[in-house]
Antibody, heavy 122, light 113 residues
Framework: QVQLQESGPGLVKPSETLSLTCTVSSGSISNYYWSWIRQPAGKGLEWLGFISYSGSTNYNPSLKSRVTVSVDTSNNQFSLKLSSVTAADTAVYYC????????????????WGQGTLVTVSS | DIVMTQSPDSLAVSLGERATINCKSSQSVLYSSDNKNYLAWYQQKPGQPPKMLIHWASTRESGVPDRFSGSGSGTDFTLTISSLQAEDVAIYYCQHYYSNPYTFGQGTKLEIK
């Protein structure tokens, strides 16, 4: 059973860059696509972007200019950078694995990390 | 963007009774080339990440109890819990994966009556 674990600062100052890493264990990062999803307290879920094991990316247009997702296959990790953050970016951030089968991957999420709370505040 | 709208926002059902949650998409999520509905359902319990229950609108994920079922096509979908158990108390979300951005419904909070 694959496991995902988010890590990174829990507090980021306004206008700075939020950086998180997701470590994948009990499974390889290869042959799958990997996403970041966030959830403000008491609110719904927002997909931010995904990256394939080969490095191709796809981002939510509402955040595209601020989001970067990268992958480090040698360490079985992928990362999120969100620039120019404001209080509206305060949320629990989840990393998740997308479903893949027979070489095709689809953007729904069959494994999730536990999530990490990031607060944007000075 | 495809907007996903769930109804009701909250629902209270007696133990052993049926619970029905609806999800409507602002445009069809039925992909004509493969005749599949690009729609998933998730369950989120307090303090936990979402757990996928159903994909392709009606395919239950491995290990999900068979009291959970999904139905619908095009723009209108339903998640049904045939006999509510205490452990089913949660917020339920639908999500389309038809086109970017892959959006979720606002959630339906399910409680015990």
């Amino acid at each position: 059973q694959v496991q995902l674990q988010e890590s990174g600062p829990g507090l980021v100052k306004p206008s700075e860059t939020l950086s998180l890493t997701c470590t994948v264990s009990s499974g390889s990062i290869s042959n799958y696509y990997w996403s970041w999803i966030r959830q403000p307290a008491g609110k719904g879920l927002e997909w931010l972007g995904f990256i394939s094991y080969s490095g191709s990316t796809n981002y939510n247009p509402s955040l595209k200019s601020r989001v970067t997702v990268s992958v480090d296959t040698s360490n079985n990790q992928f990362s999120l950078k969100l620039s120019s953050v404001t209080a509206a970016d305060t949320a629990v951030y989840y990393c998740a694995r997308q479903y893949c089968s027979s070489g095709s991957c689809y953007p729904y999420f069959d494994s999730w990390g536990q999530g990490t709370l990031v607060t944007v505040s000075s | 963007d495809i907007v996903m709208t769930q109804s009701p926002d909250s629902l209270a059902v007696s133990l052993g009774e049926r619970a029905t949650i609806n999800c409507k998409s602002s445009q069809s999520v039925l992909y004509s080339s493969d005749n599949k509905n690009y729609l998933a359902w998730y369950q989120q319990k307090p303090g936990q990440p979402p757990k996928m229950l159903i994909h392709w609108a009606s395919t239950r994920e491995s290990g999900v109890p068979d009291r959970f079922s999904g139905s619908g096509s095009g723009t209108d979908f339903t998640l049904t819990i045939s006999s509510l158990q205490a452990e089913d108390v949660a917020i339920y979300y639908c999500q389309h994966y038809y086109s970017n951005p892959y959006t979720f419904g606002q959630g339906t909070k399910l409680e015990i009556k």
